[in-house]
């Protein structure tokens, strides 16, 4: 979406619900709830359900009890469907363009435009069904607090139109659909955990003191935990959960520093992997980001630039951050995470292994691990 008057009206919507400090402070005792152990642990194997457990709340104001939810269940169908659909050299389209102007109705180069109609109306359905539950429930009577629901007042008290209920219905799912990122995050910070356990140790060393062994961590702790921080930067750094970002194109010419980049052109970034910024980007090591290390000063934070720059910086950046520190402060708290042993006793090392969609998303594949909690207390 090209910056405009549509562009504005998302974005004021997505930092009324995303970025305000009021809007934040109200999310803290949904998140640090749904962060409770227990769930931790059953969200391992599915990493992204803890995000679909807070995003569906804030989005549509919807609980769900079950794994098995309807609405996280089409979400998870899209998002698997865009992934395969997205990835480079999945359709004769990817090596003959000229593809592209085959009729629908053709056998075998017209049936990646009868995926891509299929696609199109599984997404409207996907994003209808959430959004119609919401104001069916606001009819009467019964509709909590979220995203959608407080822009429907919103617009029934301005003489709204059905083209903001469009935008309202997009944006909903364009806020649930930040579950990707987090989820992917979330099973990174695990595989790190699981390679370096000198790391996760450490880690557990600085929780115990600051918080002990009878309560939970909460949001109040952070300041107080420097090395968790130095962890969560070193994941975003090592394997940033969306390492192309969202690939723009300038819209006219433009000359940055010595390069002239002509218009039309799309440009990617590849910030992580600067040997002169990060010395061994490939070495998971949060040291490098520790305050008594020299020069930690001049050393870029990932945080600065994994949820994009200025004008386009992903809304969500700050709810997403703070998602991502509940579940790995609960984890260390809670839970031994280690190597998984193979029959003859020995350790099993993961070899990192990612997804093979699209560049948007870099989601580590399935590894063996071992998650166990650190005192009966938590079972």
């Keep these: 979406m090209f910056v405009g008057d549509e562009w504005q009206k998302h974005r004021k919507w997505f930092q009324t619900a995303l970025s305000t400090r009021v809007s934040l402070d109200s999310y803290r005792p949904m998140q640090c709830k749904l962060s409770h152990p227990v769930m931790t642990i ?55 363009p000229i593809f592209k102007y085959v009729p629908t109705w053709l056998p075998g ?12 109306r599984f997404t409207f359905e996907t994003m209808s069904l959430p959004y119609e539950n919401v104001k069916a429930k606001m009819a009467s009577g019964s509709a909590k607090p979220s995203y959608v629901s407080n822009l429907l007042q919103e617009i029934s008290q301005t003489a709204g139109g059905i083209e903001d209920e469009v935008r309202i219905r997009a944006g909903a799912a364009v806020i649930y659909q930040g579950m990707t990122c987090t989820g992917a995050f979330l ?39 420097p090395y968790l ?11 940033c959960s969306a390492p192309l970002g969202v690939p723009h194109y300038v819209s006219q010419d ?67 951050g703070s998602n991502a520190w509940l579940v790995a402060a609960n984890l260390l708290a809670t839970m ?36 166990r909690p650190r005192s009966d207390k938590v079972v």
Aim: with cysteine; aromatic share 12%.
């Design 42 to 96: 059953a969200a391992y194997s599915e990493t992204d359900r803890y995000a679909a457990r807070v995003l569906m709340e804030i989005s549509y104001g919807h609980t769900f009890t079950s794994t098995d939810d309807d609405f996280v269940r089409m979400a998870d169908e899209l998002e698997a469907e865009i992934l395969e659909i997205g990835e480079l050299g999945s359709t004769l389209v990817d090596f003959f």
């Design 109 to 120: 180069p017209g049936s990646f435009k009868r995926r891509a109609l299929e696609l199109k």
């Design 187 to 225: 099973t990174s910070f695990v595989l790190a955990m699981v390679l370096y356990p000198e790391v996760y140790r450490r880690a557990q060393v600085e929780m115990d003191a600051v918080v002990g062994q009878t309560r939970l961590p909460t949001p109040d702790d952070q300041p107080m935990l």
């Design 229 to 239: 921080e130095c962890i969560l930067k070193e994941v975003f750094q090592w394997c």
């Design 254 to 320: 433009d000359q940055y520093r010595d390069y002239y980049i002509p218009g039309g052109t799309m440009i990617i970034w590849a910030m992580t992997r600067d040997a002169d910024t990060y010395p061994n980007p490939e070495v998971f090591n949060p040291d490098r980001f520790l305050k008594t290390t020299d020069d930690t000063d001049d050393l870029l934070d990932p945080c600065t630039f994994a949820f994009g720059f200025r004008r386009r910086v992903c809304p969500g950046r700050l709810l997403a």
């Design 336 to 371: 031994d995470i280690g190597r998984d042993h193979d029959s003859s006793g020995q350790e099993i090392i993961p070899v990192p292994k990612f997804s093979s969609g699209t560049p948007l998303y870099k989601h580590p594949r399935p590894f063996p691990c071992k998650i």
